[in-house]
């Protein structure tokens, strides 16, 4: 009697688990600010006593002033207390705010007007800038970070594919509070997942996260990560070579070809790395193969980067006086051939880099990724050659669009990605 004992059991818990409810999602989307303008798109209520109402259209400055948010609108202040809260009084209202940071430290770093919904909070941070969380459904979340994540033109197959595995990413997080701040559980940015608000939210991207509603990768019955990086340039890594604290050699996130090939040598090693790099090897991400790749891709496939070595040299002397950088030597390479760990040889000494993120933040802008040999010339210029944008760990986005362009489904391109897992209900 006990084996039919313990099948009811896991029937009954496995319908609690897709019968949960879906969770509410906290997203950090302003934080490096002390000041922004909002304009209501529709009607929308402050959520304190007064319960006052801000018209659509009606321009809105939020600031800090001794630790107090403080909403003016032409001059007149509506609201100074240490916490605002403002809520739609209309299922599709939005707010749009002006001149939203994004792309922080990185080379694609600017400003743009974002519309937003849900509830915003809003609190002053101890640097005297302005904390903005954007609270929501997690499925509504997903409208703002599909799109912008893998593009507006990808194939269904690959948008519900991204779909599946940001929200795969996002219940994990939940889960870890791998991202959490005081009152976020995410930011907005690459450092979690890229959420920009609902001005790309198309209909196929609509129709990609209703089809694949509440789906997520899972091992032993357990939600798992669904890390994904733009552009593997032909052989994804393995996750405990980018973090290490996150987990051990796991099946779903091991290193592989980008196709159903076999490449010949070790991408460690540096001989093998250099006549893979110069030649033209099968993979989902190739351009080359698959035409209806979107026209960047290709410089993210193979690229060349020529650097002066007095900014090599002054770069790396911000880190550390080692003087006049002579060469760049590559101490540990990933199974992709991504420099894991380098040092930046000097004529007064060494300056050693433990991971492949830091590596490439050596450079200004940094750099695509850390697939890269190196040479010098005569000049004294550091000339690179690459592959690949990103970390390599999981799903290649270029990847996953030339399989939707072979008509393979989303469930093909997160088994070829995700070796193993299976894809389950998380409520």
Known sequence: MKRPLLLFVALVCSVLRASAEEPVVRVQIVHTVPRIVLIPQGVWEIEDATRAVLSPGQA????????????????????????????????????????????????????????????????????????????????????????????????????KAQTVAARSETVVALRDGRYHGPDFDLCADVECQVYAGVAQRTPEVKRAIRETRSLVLTANGQPVGGYYASTCGGFTENVENIWPERSGPEPYWHAHPDADTVVAGSLSDEPTLRAWLASNPIANCNPAMHPGLPASSAGYWRWSVVTPGDSLTAWVNVKAPVGRVLRVDSLVRGASGRILKASFVGERGRYRVQNQLA????????????????????????????????????????????????????RDILRFYFPTIELQPAY
């Open 359 to 410: 590596f490439r933040q050596i450079w200004s802008p940094p750099l695509r990724s850390s697939c890269v040999v190196i040479d010098t010339n005569a000049a004294g210029d550091f000339i690179l050659h690459g592959a690949g944008w990103g970390h390599g760990v999981g799903m290649c986005q270029m990847g996953a669009i030339g399989m939707a362009q072979e008509k393979k489904s989303f």
């Open 60 to 159: 809105l400055t939020i600031s800090v002033s001794n630790d107090h948010v403080v909403l003016e609108s032409t001059g007149a202040v509506l609201f100074d207390d240490s916490l605002l809260v403002l809520e739609s009084l209309e299922a599709s209202g939005q707010m749009k705010i002006l001149s939203v940071p994004y792309g922080i430290g990185w080379w694609w770093e600017g400003r743009q007007d974002r519309f937003y919904e849900g509830t915003l909070r809003m609190r002053a941070m101890p640097d005297g800038n302005l904390s903005v969380v954007v609270q929501l459904p997690l499925e509504q979340y997903l409208g703002g970070v599909v799109p912008y994540e893998i593009g507006t033109d990808a194939p269904l197959e690959a948008l």
